[in-house]
């Protein structure tokens, strides 16, 4: 599980193409020693990952409800 490995993230998104939860990859961020320049760029990069995040679930959301709208195929 990915929640507080970034290496596993990083695996599994290589792997299935999963986007680790902002809160993970918040949680991953406080639990790595960084100097200051380098929290602050990581900081700003978690910002637009965050913005981006939440339009892409807004944007998946619309599609998975129009599909749900939907007939089913028979198999």
Do not use: W
């Amino acid at each position: 599980m990915y929640h507080y490995n970034p290496d596993t993230a990083l695996e599994e998104l290589r792997d299935d193409a999963i986007l680790p939860h902002p809160v993970h990859l918040r949680d991953m961020i406080l639990r790595t020693r960084l100097d200051a320049s380098k929290a602050l760029e990581l900081n700003r990069d978690f910002q637009v990952y965050l913005t981006q995040f939440g339009e892409m679930q807004k944007l998946a959301k619309g599609i998975l409800e129009r599909l749900a709208a939907g007939a089913r195929k028979a198999s």
